[in-house]
């Protein structure tokens, strides 16, 4: 029999760090036998996209909730904590230990439990990821505080919440510990990756330009990191890209509107990668964007009027993020970082973004996400689905994601939808924000 719980490491471990005093079998006042997130055997698996994750890791089990004494195994437990116990300090104990390793990156956070005045300011000091997980639409400044909140679908497609600048704090999954599970396999199984992460957008840095910057110097270190050299190693990975004839096609047209510059991806046998040539020559195209949007006018740069931006890709998707053939081919972090800072297309759709309109279709894939999220109005054909790999890979997205989706979707689900890895449909994507519109593929 299967049975795999995930619950709060005991104070006897703690205690042997230093961390709490001996206190006769409790820690900060709460006694030993405590709510812990456990999986146990069931013909009703977990379901959805996290859901599959989760039978994947634990095999056909269903989480559920039960008090029990939590055992020490720091690999097998974490805890579930109340938001009391969160302003008790219960996220406040040192992330990294004497090695300088993460000790327990993630809590979950039970938002059915009674809510504390304390809890919402400790839920902003904590380093560690905090996820609520509700049967409700748990809402209020503690929501705005936590990293995201996992509700039932059922309930998310009756939510509306007001009131938060940024985005929506809930996410709606068919099971709610269910989808906790899998998320903690994967915070755990690249914890560098997820923290960095998480701490990038926690900081909601207010310029563009200067988000940017973060977000690739955070993506450079984790180039040299082990998360993503044991990717590396474990994956196969094609052969670099031969040379492209076009890999960007360019063409201006006059419509009664004012000047279009269509730019298509046009590398179809590769899925429109993102590699290096594909880069170059958008980047490029961009550039002549650039020209025609913003002319130079008798006291400087004007805004062309009517200038339009379509992108678009070839083939059967519009792009599948970068070209696996050319990861981990940099020589060096720090040029890895010029390169995409000053090289990539991130700064020059964020500069364009008012003038662009993207069209995607077919499965978009890290890039293929991240770079159309800058533009203006974003359009997508019945049956696109939209992925952010990186973390898995040990990386966090780093094609301006971190800057374009939370503008569209929120800092909350932006991390959701790169810690889970999940395949996000058309539906939710329209219902997200991320897209504007569903139509067919022109042509």
């Known amino acids: 029999m299967f049975n795999c719980t995930i619950g709060r490491v005991d104070a006897d471990a703690r205690e042997a760090r230093g961390e709490v005093p001996r206190s006769g079998g409790t820690v900060a006042g709460r006694d030993e036998r405590r709510t812990v997130l456990t999986t146990r055997q069931s ?30 195994d720091r690999s097998a437990s974490l805890p579930l904590i109340t938001p009391a116990e969160l302003a008790g300090g219960a996220a406040a104990h040192p992330l990294l230990d004497s090695d300088g390793r993460i000790v327990d990156p993630v809590l979950l956070v039970d938002r059915d439990a009674p809510d ?44 509306t919440e007001v009131g938060l600048s940024t985005g929506p704090t809930l996410v709606g999954v068919e099971d709610p510990r269910a989808d906790a599970a899998a998320l903690v396999a994967a915070i755990r199984a690249n914890p560098h990756a997820a923290t960095l992460l998480t701490g990038l957008l926690r900081a909601e840095v207010p310029s563009g330009l200067v988000a940017l910057e973060a977000e690739s110097l955070a993506y450079s270190t984790l180039l040299g990191g082990p998360e993503f050299q044991r990717w590396l190693e ?31 991806l046009n590398r179809p046998e590769r899925r429109n990668a993102y590699g290096r040539e594909v880069r170059d020559a958008l980047v490029a195209a961009l550039d002549l964007g650039y020209v025609l949007a913003v002319p130079p006018g008798p006291t400087g740069p004007s805004a062309g009027p009517g200038f339009r931006l379509v992108l678009d890709g070839a083939g059967p998707s519009f792009c599948a993020g970068g070209d696996l053939g ?20 991130a700064r020059p759709l964020l500069e364009l973004s008012d003038s662009v309109e993207a069209r995607l279709h077919g499965p978009c894939v890290g890039a293929g996400v991240e770079l159309p999220a800058f533009a203006k109005h ?18 966090i997205p780093g094609a301006g994601g971190t800057v374009s989706l939370p503008r569209r979707i929120g800092r909350w689900r932006t991390l959701y939808l790169a810690l889970s890895g999940i395949e996000l449909d058309t539906d939710t994507a329209l219902a997200w924000r991320l897209v504007d519109a569903v139509i067919p593929p022109a042509g």
């Open 326 to 345: 050319e990861f981990g081919t940099t020589p060096d972090p720090v040029t890895a970082h010029l390169i995409r800072l000053h090289a990539g297309a």
């Open 234 to 264: 474990a994956t196969p990975r094609p052969a670099p890209p031969p040379p492209a004839v076009d890999p960007v096609l360019v063409r201006r047209e006059d419509e009664a509107g004012g000047d279009v510059l269509r730019v298509t």
């Open 43 to 72: 013909d009703d698996t977990a379901r959805g996209p996290v859901g599959r994750s989760v039978r994947r890791a634990f095999g056909p089990h269903r989480a559920t909730i039960r008090s029990t004494t939590v055992a020490p």
């Open 378 to 395: 974003v359009y997508a054909a019945p049956g696109t689905t939209f992925r952010l790999p990186e973390v898995g890979m040990g990386l």
């Open 116 to 159: 504390h005045p304390q809890a919402m300011p400790a839920a902003l000091a904590s380093r560690r990821i905090l996820i609520g997980v509700a049967s409700r639409a748990a809402t209020g400044a503690l929501a705005a505080a936590l990293d995201f909140t996992l509700i039932p679908r059922s309930v998310a497609a009756d939510t």
